[in-house]
């Protein structure tokens, strides 16, 4: 079983910076892949990027080029570096973790709010 808590969410001015994190506890060895989702209101929870064990990174196009996904093997936590935040990025950001050889997430933690003002 594995716990991830996230924080770091908060309200920002456009053009602004954020860094979330995730800290996982538990059985850390089961991850294979973590990930940073988002929900904004009345949308579907949307991919925004993913990093491997191996450190091979995603980003979905719309944040490409602003946001980095990273992690702190021994602290077992992961980091999204959001820059040059848009009033679109506003949503609950949620933490994942996938297990080897699964295709979707099997752990999320509870969201952190990301508020980005015009």
């Known amino acids: 079983q594995v716990q991830l808590v996230e924080s770091g969410g908060g309200l920002v001015q456009a053009g602004g910076s954020l860094r979330l994190s995730c800290a996982a506890s538990?059985?850390?060895?089961?991850?294979?892949?973590m990930a940073w989702h988002r929900q904004a209101p009345g949308k579907q929870r949307e991919l925004v990027a993913t990093?491997?064990?191996?450190?091979?990174?995603t980003y979905a196009d719309s944040v490409k080029g602003r946001f980095g996904i990273s992690r702190d093997s021994a602290k077992n936590t992961v980091y999204l570096q959001m820059n040059r935040l848009k009033p679109e990025d506003t949503a609950v950001y949620y933490c994942?973790?996938?297990?080897?050889?699964?295709?979707?997430?099997?752990?999320w933690g509870q969201g952190t709010q990301v508020t980005v003002s015009s």
């Open positions: 990093i491997t064990n191996s450190g091979s990174t």
């Open positions: 538990g059985s850390g060895d089961s991850i294979a892949r």
């Open positions: 994942a973790a996938t297990r080897p050889y699964f295709p979707t997430p099997t752990w």
